[in-house]
């Protein structure tokens, strides 16, 4: 079974501050993502990434930074967090490739005052 | 602009009923399309998911309609239950893309007992 875990599950945090979203993946997938869902928005992609060292930009990415430090672990980070960022944040893994399936974490949710 | 959009945004039908969700499209590169579903409090789970050279596909009471020409495809869920509730996203990728997913704005469904 695919196990994709996030930490913090919830979090405040104040406007201006610096927040880190964490994900861990057991199933030695190449490919990690962040997502965000909003109402009526559905999901939508910030950051992804190809294997360790490796980040690309979403369609979604201004305000957010990524960082993949191994095929394990990869972090959503938000500099200077603003109250538009209060969200619910996805992470997901996958192998990659035409018709990957993607493996989602039970997200984290962010409140930003 | 959304390039993936669903409706209705919320859904309630009897038990025992068939549910129909709607999706459509508009980049014409897509040819790889999943439906997740979605329970409170947990990340999306793929439950179904069909390739543009197929026009349908089933799998026990799920079963997805593609229409090409229209860019249109539905996802019928036979036999409703009330543990189908949930919210369900029809998503899409471009072949050239890889494993890049685009969400649709998600339909809630509701099967009343």
């Known amino acids: 079974e695919a196990a994709v875990t996030q930490s913090p599950r919830n979090k405040v945090a104040v406007t201006g501050g610096k927040v880190t979203l964490s994900c861990n993946q057991t199933n030695n997938h190449n490919n990690m993502y962040w997502y965000r869902q909003d109402t009526g928005h559905g999901l939508r992609l910030i950051h992804y990434?190809?294997?360790?060292?490796?980040?690309e930009k979403g369609d979604i990415p201004d305000g957010y930074k990524a960082s993949r430090p191994s095929q394990e672990n990869f972090s959503l980070i938000l500099e200077l967090a603003t109250p538009s960022q209060t969200s619910v944040y996805f992470c997901?893994?996958?192998?990659?490739?035409?018709?990957?399936?993607?493996?989602f974490g039970p997200g984290t949710r962010l409140l930003v005052l | 602009q959304q390039q993936v959009r669903q409706s209705p945004q919320s859904l309630t039908v009897w038990e025992g009923e068939t549910a129909i969700l709607n999706c459509s499209y508009e980049?014409?590169?897509?040819?790889?399309f999943p439906w997740y579903q979605q329970f409170p409090g947990e990340g999306p789970a793929l439950l179904i998911s069909?390739?543009?050279?197929?026009d349908k596909k089933e799998d026990g009471r799920f079963t997805i309609f593609f229409n090409k020409r229209e860019k249109k495809l539905s996802l019928h869920i036979a036999d409703s239950q009330p543990g189908d509730s949930a919210t369900y996203f029809c998503?899409?990728?471009?072949?050239?893309?890889?494993?890049?997913?685009?969400f649709g704005g998600g339909t809630r469904l509701t099967v009343r007992p």
């Open positions: 997901a893994s996958g192998l990659g490739g035409r018709g990957d399936t993607q493996y």
């Open positions: 990434s190809y294997g360790a060292g490796s980040t």
């Open positions: 998503a899409a990728s471009a072949g050239n893309a890889g494993a890049k997913l685009t």
């Open positions: 069909i390739l543009s050279v197929s």
């Open positions: 980049n014409s590169a897509f040819d790889y």
